[in-house]
């Protein structure tokens, strides 16, 4: 079993950064890939990005590609998601996910391990 919690979200004002951090615990992620998604008031949970097991491959969705950047320390069980040029559309719940593959995968479903969210709120 993999415990997930995500941490360092909060209120921005568009154009800054915020970093997200994913510890995982329970067992090693070093062989999971990983995964952000996002949820908005309203909307459904949609992909974000994801990183393969050994962080050599990573997918963005369009709509952060370029602003957005995936990393892992497998020395601290940890994933990271640094947020830059934050929109006011980029409000929302970012979850972390893992997934027993290891690899890049952009569908929920792909995901075994979910962990409760962090709130990222980007004023105009």
């Known amino acids: 079993q993999v415990q997930l919690v995500e941490s360092g979200g909060g209120l921005v004002q568009a154009g800054g950064s915020l970093r997200l951090s994913c510890a995982a615990s329970?067992?090693?992620?070093?062989?999971?890939?990983m995964g952000w998604f996002r949820q908005a008031p309203g909307k459904a949970r949609e992909f974000v990005v994801s990183?393969?097991?050994?962080?050599?491959?990573?997918y963005y969705a369009g709509s952060v590609k370029g602003r957005f950047t995936i990393s892992r320390d497998n020395a601290k069980n940890t994933v990271y998601l640094q947020m830059d040029s934050l929109k006011p559309e980029d409000t929302a719940v970012y979850y972390c996910?893992?997934?027993?593959?290891?690899?890049?995968?952009?569908?929920?479903?792909?995901?075994?391990?979910w962990g409760q969210g962090t709130q990222v709120t980007v004023s105009s």
């Open positions: 996910a893992a997934n027993r593959v290891g690899a890049t995968r952009t569908s929920r479903e792909a995901y075994d391990y």
């Open positions: 329970g067992r090693t992620i070093t062989t999971y890939g």
């Open positions: 990183i393969s097991w050994s962080g050599g491959s990573t």
